[in-house]
């Protein structure tokens, strides 16, 4: 479907500004530092397309673009430079999925086509809060996590005073107004609370909103949080499980096993050999759960996804986790999916609960899904289209219309969790 032009004016006033564009659960992150044509290579590389690269200039476009030319990521540039019919043509190709990431400098921005993506990247730090969160226009509601997220180096800073100058040296006023602007903006960069309660303010929007728990100042305050002895002992006891039962299972066998309950998947993977079998067996299997929900909560582990998903642990949980000596369980066999160390096996692990969820919707064997060695092949490659999917070997038509819409969000969901 061709990309329309927006019949509406972008608003100037900020009420309105937040309120047509801001997302909720939006995740805001400023990534500060230089190196950034490493950082972008990165971000592109783990977050779910479609996404916008925004810069300052036609200049700077080009040299995303030979950037990203060296990865697997697909781009497609817009620039002033280029017919107006041509820059349409490109954005209808992004839209129509034939490329992963849009390259457009700030001043085209403003006159886009409506359409949607998951994330926007920010190469330079922009004028004006105002600007930054008029971009977020292009973060239309949708299933999936929507990311802001903005590379900044100091240096930006000149470069923005620079074009302030160029463009608006016989006005004053207009500089000073727009300098300020710039200082609420570097503000934004430097400040150690919530981002979003700092555009919120910003906007001039009363948000009884403390913490989001969705930026990176929110995300790093939760993993900072204070644990009373009690709860670190307990913590150790709930991640060690996790991770000494091979980060295979849920909530309701690890339960289990810490409670001491000789259940049928307990005797029969022999979880009951596990240090932390029985450890809490004083408590009610509905207070363990909610310790699990807990850690979930505070971002030591997350869940794979699927119909029957696993506990793993986060960076965050396993430097937790990293001076205590534990034993890791020897399953058996069937339990031992892989022996290729380089496999993503929380990946693998998603992959294969999904499968076997459709098998059972299908009433049908697992292997009739598609079998183990496309699994891996899946896992292998990650793929992020039906164009990538259908490359896997024995992952045909049939096999498309069976699962594969489902099967990539399975994927584009998990790339998203380990950014």
Known sequence: MPASKSSSIIPDNSHEIFNLYFPSGLKCTVSPGRSKEEKLIAITSK????????TPDDDQVRFISECLEKTKVICVSVCLDNDPEENLEIINSFISGKADVL????????????FSCNYIIHWMLPVSVKDYVRDFRFLKKSS??????????PADRYFQENIISLRYGSSKDIQRRMLA?????????????????FLHKALGVEEPLKECGNCDNCRKSLAKQSLGDNDRETFTILLTCITETREKFGVQTLSDVIKGTKS??????????????GTLRDLKRKDIKKLFDRLIHLGYCKR??????????????KRFTGNIPFQVLELPKKMSVNQDEHLDMVLFEAVRNYRRGEAKLLNISAFMVFPDR?????????PQTQKELKTVKGFGEKSWDLCGEGLLKVVRRHRAETI
């Open 304 to 317: 794979t996804s699927g119909t029957y998903p696993s506990l793993y642990l986060t960076s965050l949980g």
């Open 144 to 153: 999936m996590e929507k990311y802001a997220v903005l590379l900044y180096d």
């Open 264 to 277: 049928g998947r307990i005797t029969e993977y022999r979880l009951d050999r596990a240090t932390t079998f």
């Open 374 to 382: 496309v699994l891996k092949e899946i896992v292998k490659l990650q």
């Open 103 to 114: 390259l457009i400098d700030s001043s085209t921005a403003e006159n886009l086509p409506e």
């Open 181 to 197: 602007d710039l200082d609420e903006m570097e503000e934004y960069t430097q400040t150690s609370l919530c981002r979003i309660h």
């Open 47 to 54: 977050l779910v397309y479609p996404g916008l690269v925004i």
